[in-house]
């Protein structure tokens, strides 16, 4: 099964980035090729009812699994950055941290007016940064057709801030 498959690859490194946080280490997946490859199409596999017309990778994790899903899609990946990585032309979103608060970027005319868009990074926990992605495609007038995690952290209850953008909210694993 999937599920076991990557949670048995997964790599939990407590205390990491600070004291408290288990930090969800997905380096070891990208060593397994043939794993690799099963999430990718099961990310595909979920998300058959609707065209996809691109797919938006979060930095920097959400480019890995992004990229080869925009790929297999045969689809445009578009990249969400933080602040002052992308050279051309771009928009910014803020938002909320536990302390403070954080910025991510998208360069413009990569979302066309009415297209339909999936959102991805490797991990869900408070929902800040995809929803901040999920404002950059609405600044846009892209249609958000769902949302797609290798992992959830669902006690941070991320889902529901998504939950208004779209409820179709898919993650492989749940902790
Ligand atoms: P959030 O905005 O709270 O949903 O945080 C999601 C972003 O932070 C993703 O880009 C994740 O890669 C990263 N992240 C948050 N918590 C963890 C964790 N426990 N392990 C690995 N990455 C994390």
């Known amino acids: 099964m999937l599920e076991k498959r990557i949670k048995s690859t997964i790599r939990d490194i407590p205390n990491f ?5 288990i930090f969800k280490d997905i380096t070891p997946i990208l060593k397994d090729t043939v794993l690799c490859e099963d999430i990718t199409i099961e990310l595909k596999n979920r998300f058959l009812e609707q065209p996809i017309h691109a797919v938006v990778g979060i930095e920097s994790r959400g480019f890995l699994f992004g990229f080869k899903l925009a790929t297999l899609l045969n689809v445009p ?9 992308l050279p051309y032309k771009k928009i910014a979103q ?8 954080a ?9 066309k007016k009415g297209a339909n868009v999936l959102i991805h990074d490797d991990l869900l ?6 929803e901040a992605a999920a404002k950059l ?10 949302f797609c995690f290798l992992i959830e952290l669902g006690f ?3 889902r ?5 953008y779209s409820p179709k909210i898919v993650s492989l694993v749940n902790y």
Do not use: C, W
């Open 94 to 101: 803020s938002y909320d941290l536990e302390y403070g608060s």
């Open 137 to 146: 495609i609405h600044q846009q007038e892209g249609n958000i057709i769902g």
């Open 103 to 111: 910025t991510v970027e998208m360069q413009l005319d990569e979302i």
């Open 125 to 130: 926990a408070t929902g800040g940064t995809a």
């Open 77 to 85: 990946f578009v990249m969400v950055r933080k602040p002052g990585k």
């Open 156 to 158: 941070l209850k991320g």
């Open 160 to 164: 529901e801030k998504l939950n208004n």
């Open 17 to 21: 980035p600070k004291e408290g946080i």
